[in-house]
Nanobody, 115 residues
């Protein structure tokens, strides 16, 4: 089992920045991709950003150029630097990792961007 704990969410004004963190623990050997998804009220969960064990990255179209994902393999953590935040970025942000084809999710952290 892999346990994921997210932190760093909160309330910020439009144009501001936040940094989300996700720490993995437990049976972490074999974790491949790590990433962030988000879900706004009434909407489907969507990809925000992914990073593989080889540090390849992929971003959702709506966050390209504003968000940056990074990974610390020593700390088994993944980070999401969010800049130029917009009200439409308001959502619960979930950390997700893939290990041997299985997906593990964190409990989510709320990000609210006020206009």
């Amino acid at each position: 089992q892999v346990q994921l704990v997210e932190s760093g969410g909160g309330l910020v004004q439009a144009g501001g920045s936040l940094r989300l963190s996700c720490a993995a623990s437990g049976s972490i050997f074999g974790i491949n991709a790590m990433g962030w998804y988000r879900q706004a009220p009434g909407k489907q969960r969507e990809l925000v950003a992914l990073i593989t064990s080889g540090s390849s990255t992929n971003y959702g179209d709506s966050v390209k150029g504003r968000f940056t994902i990074s990974r610390d393999t020593v700390k088994n953590a993944v980070y999401l630097e969010m800049n130029s935040l917009k009200p439409e970025d308001t959502a619960v942000y979930y950390c997700r990792v893939i290990k041997y084809g299985f997906m593990y999710w964190g409990q989510g952290t709320q990000v609210t961007v006020s206009s």
